[in-house]
């Protein structure tokens, strides 16, 4: 497990040194040096991670590169952001840059220096220990391994599998060469296996002159793409030639050979179609021009009942004995729960193979069950962790560091994705490109848990989510393994190299303590009310967490309700959370600033609000909470002059929104919360044509009607009414919301229909808590039925679903 972690970290560091290249300026040497070295490294982690298990000093290296990697990450980022600040400051501070470059630039020279040493040391230590190289680079993310060996590893997986294997052959070898198959499928299926057996196939070598295997990963990089067929193509001795190679001269490269030779080519992993997208133009165009492409959607079928038999057989009962009819009955009822999945019949088999007793079988098949779906707390739970841990096994790095960050939150505690997203992306988990949001790339890492079944969502509106309750002990148990976080309360932590500490319910935080770990990445405090009582914090000096990115601090004191000004230089903190418990004041200098959630008490005002944050031109996500009446739209409109202002929610009693009010024009999100607007609020807001998200909630809208005119919100595709009970009529003109295709409507009981225009579009209608009467007209058989039944995703008062 950790090869897929330090892999993941490894590849990060990489691509830091890649992309930043432009700041390493007069340090180039030393920093390729190191990008070889990482490369040295990532090769030997395989092997690394097999042996660990039955060497301390092997898995002696495994820590100490980590830290390696750790440390690294920390020296190259230090570097960059105060390079930047220097670029970003004063003359004064311009000049100082100037006047410091050389020994700036001796002194990272010497730490990348220093970091490859370390990791040659650590290379030289795995080689005594007999740890092997395997053949691969940065940019292969899944080697191959050789196809005898390779057979011989897979036989045993392909029970039932050979004719889809051999089904999947005969597409790829039919005498049209362009042929393009997509395999789709649930997880557990099968489909590597199946692709890699075809891949492998005497018929499929025979035919193809070129073969190769790319992994594209959740983030697509074209170029590296390319580049990775490319050299599967060509000789080692071309390496260095095809990685200076721009994107044109690749592409017409690629598409040169394959228009003139035979090619299959495996593109492992596309998370997205826009990835395929940027992929195909290297292929004949003939094929791939225009929208109706010629895929064969292939999708692997499940195992038959004889089949799974057979698997499980050669897995769980290698041999017969006088039991084996009793051992066969209880075999076959437990894997009536596999539903024919290849992989969840390998992980039972796996667990019965480990006690090959009547009596034990008999336990497990009695409890199957409750295994599955309840709470195991007695003598199982370590058999029970190895089934449930197969599926964290099973997932990519980055979701790997995305479920044991699930480690920081206590039993049953409904855990905030908003925040949960901010956590990912201050620690750079999470890979986002332009365009994309932190809230998107994270909701699909969510429901990617989700699907497994590692993660619930516990709120129909996707806002809570905790850990599954099977999967709490897996995770906190992974977590101790790889060190990745330590959990303190009111006492001295014990002595610990982790880089993350988290304090559930504390009523004291002694910072000096933790502060003795100075390479500590996040200290976050957890508290299932935070109304409950204040954290005090026993010193205010926050100097030595430099490398802080991390700090959440709900309902803590500190002296004078001032912000400890040692948190102000800490250039590596990306996600800071005090729960409202701080001065207005302290926001003046935070001029970086991308999300702000705030709620303003006692003598705050929005105008106080708006001079503190009016510096704040990077700010994309704004939430203000105000308790009482906004006196007028002159006092706070200057809240809304940001430029990359992207999503807004307002929890602030507003009589009327007026033309005077101007929301910026890159506004793609709208939240409402008990605004109590007066009049009709949407000849306002379907003049703003990027709103894609249109959130009205708990009376936000106090009047009775409400128009939507032609032409407005060009671009709105989710609209969202809850609570406004005063709510009878809704018009919408022909023309208007031409892209919508979400509709929530909930506790709006005044509400008598629901425009035909607006159910045209939809694909996604749910309707809660209206009335009876409105249950049973837009249910199946209803009255209104026949106006939704046409829409894919529909839900009539049932929030659970």
């Known amino acids: 497990m950790a090869t897929e972690l330090l892999s993941f970290g490894i590849q990060n560091l990489w691509n830091l040194l890649s992309h930043e290249h432009k700041q390493f300026q007069g340090v180039e040497d030393q920093v390729d040096e190191l990008k070889t070295d990482l490369g040295r490294l990532k090769s030997f982690m395989e092997d690394a991670e097999a042996k660990k298990h039955t060497s301390a000093r092997v898995r002696n290296c495994v820590e100490v590169i980590k830290e390696i990697i750790f440390d690294a990450e920390d020296i190259l980022e230090t570097f960059i952001l105060k390079d930047q600040l220097q670029k970003s400051g004063g003359i004064k501070e311009r000049m100082r840059r100037l006047a410091c470059i050389i020994p700036e630039r001796r002194e990272i020279a010497l730490e990348i ?21 395997i053949i691969g680079d940065m940019r292969d993310q899944q080697p191959l391994p050789e196809r005898k060996e390779f057979a011989r590893q897979e036989k045993s997986n392909l029970v039932g599998l050979e004719e889809n294997v051999e089904k999947l052959v005969g597409y790829l070898v039919e ?33 193809f002159d070129r073969l190769a295997w790319v992994c594209v990963s959740q983030v697509c990089d074209r170029k590296n793409v390319w580049q990775n067929i490319l050299q599967s193509f060509r000789t080692k001795a071309e390496e260095n030639e095809i990685m200076q190679m721009k994107e044109e001269r690749l592409q017409d490269e690629l598409s040169r050979l394959l228009e003139t030779s035979k090619s299959l080519i495996v593109i492992d992993d ?29 999708k692997p079928e499940c195992l038959s009942d004889a089949d799974s038999w057979t698997l499980f057989q050669r897995i769980a009962m290698p041999m017969k004995d006088a039991s084996a009819k009793e051992m066969e009955e209880m ?66 790095g980055h979701l790997k560091y995305c479920f044991l960050y699930l480690a920081h939150f206590p039993e049953d505690y409904e855990i905030s994705i908003e925040e949960l997203h901010y956590y990912w992306a201050a620690e750079g988990i999470i890979k986002y490109t332009n ?33 599954h309750d099977l999967m709490r002990d897996p995770c906190l148990s992974k977590a101790k393994e790889e060190n990745f976080l330590q959990i303190v309360g009111n006492s001295s932590p014990s002595e ?10 504390p009523s004291a935080l002694h910072v000096e303590r933790e502060r003795n770990n100075s390479k500590v990445r996040s200290l976050i405090v957890l508290k299932k009310n935070i109304w409950r009582n204040f954290c005090k914090v026993s010193c205010v000096s926050f100097t030595r967490l430099q490398v802080l990115r991390v700090l959440h601090l709900p309902r803590v004191t500190f002296k004078g309700r001032k912000l400890p000004s040692g948190i102000g230089k800490l250039i590596h903190l990306r996600y800071l959370s005090l729960e409202e418990n701080c001065s207005l004041e302290d926001l003046c200098g935070m001029t970086m600033l991308r999300t702000l959630q705030i709620k303003l008490t006692g003598e705050s005002s929005l105008e106080t609000l708006s001079a503190s944050i009016g510096g704040a031109r990077h700010l994309e996500t704004l939430d203000i909470t105000l308790n009482g009446a906004a006196k007028g739209t002159k006092e706070w409109r200057s809240l809304f002059e940001f430029i990359n202002l992207q999503q807004l929610n307002l929890d602030i009693n507003i009589p009327l929104l007026s033309d005077e009010l101007q929301f910026p024009s890159s506004l793609t999100r709208l939240v409402l919360d008990e605004c109590r607007l007066e009049e009709d609020p949407m000849p306002i807001l379907e003049k703003f044509g990027q709103l894609k998200d249109v959130i009205l909630i708990r009376n936000s809208f106090c009047g009775r009607r409400m128009v939507c005119s032609r032409g407005g919100f060009p671009q709105l595709q989710s609209l969202h009414f809850c609570e406004l009970d005063e709510w009878e009529e809704w018009i919408v003109e022909e023309g208007s919301m031409p892209l919508l295709n979400s509709l929530l409507i909930s506790n709006c009981k005044k509400l008598k229909e629901i425009p035909d225009d607006v159910l045209r579009s939809l694909k996604y209608l749910r309707f809660y808590d209206m009335g009876e009467e409105w249950k049973n007209r837009w249910s199946e058989g209803g009255a209104d039925y026949y106006k939704v039944k046409h829409i894919p995703s529909v839900c009539i008062d049932n929030p659970t679903q």
Not at 115 to 132: A, F, H, P, W, Y
């Open 435 to 467: 365009g994309e949001s932190i809230r998107d790339v994270g909701d699909s890492y969510i429901e990617e848990l989700v699907k497994r079944n590692m993660v619930i969502s516990t709120t129909w509106r996707f806002e809570k989510c905790r850990l």
């Open 113 to 133: 220096g220093s970091l490859s040493n370390r990791i040659s040391k650590v290379i030289r230590d795995m080689e005594t220990q007999g740890v092997q190289k």
């Open 331 to 396: 075999g076959r009822r437990m894997l009536k729960h596999c539903g024919g999945l290849p992989l969840a019949v390998r992980v039972l088999g796996g667990l019965l193979a480990e006690n090959y007793t009547e009596l034990y079988w008999e336990r497990v098949s009695k409890n199957i069950e409750s295994h599955l779906v309840g709470r195991a707390n007695d003598g199982n739970n370590n058999l029970l962790n190895r089934v449930l841990s197969l599926s964290f096994e099973e997932l990519p």
């Open 175 to 207: 005498e049209d060469n362009d042929q393009i198959v997509l395999m789709t499928g649930m997880g557990g299926l099968g489909k590597t296996t199946l692709a890699r057996q075809a891949f492998h196939h005497d018929k499929v070598t025979e035919k």
């Open 270 to 298: 596309i998370w997205k179609e826009e990835d395929w997208n940027l992929i195909k133009p290297i292929f004949p165009q003939k094929k791939v021009a225009g929208r109706e492409e010629p895929f064969i959607n292939f």
């Open 496 to 505: 610990s190299t982790s880089r993350r500490f988290v304090s559930h319910e």
